[in-house]
C-alpha cells in the first residue's frame, strides 16, 4: 500500500501556531511532544486543532520534524 500525504495539509500543518495555552503561538512543530502526548492521554480538541495535533504527534514520534522544517522554508505563509 502506498501512501499519498496531502501537501495543502502538509502546508497548514506546517504553518500553524498553538492558539492557546501555556504554547500559545508557536508553530505546532515547536511544541515538546511531552505535551502532545498529554493531549493524547487527556484528549486531543475537537475539530482542526484535534486533527492537527493528532497529525504532528505521529510526525514526531516518527522523526520527521525535518520534513515539516523543509515545507516551512519552501512554502512560506502567503
Known sequence: MN??????HLIELA???M???KFKGRYLVD????????????????GK?????KSML???INGL????RKIQKDFPRY
Do not use: A, M
Not at 3 to 8: E, T
Open 31 to 46: 511544541l515538546p511532544e511531552p505535551y502532545l502526548i498529554w493531549f493524547q492521554q487527556s484528549g486531543f480538541p475537537t
Open 58 to 60: 505521529e510526525i514526531k
Open 49 to 53: 486543532l484535534g486533527d492537527l495535533l
Open 15 to 17: 504553518h500553524y501556531r
Open 19 to 21: 492558539p492557546f495555552g
Open 3 to 8: 501512501v499519498v500525504p496531502d501537501k495543502r
Open 65 to 68: 520534524e525535518g520534513l515539516i
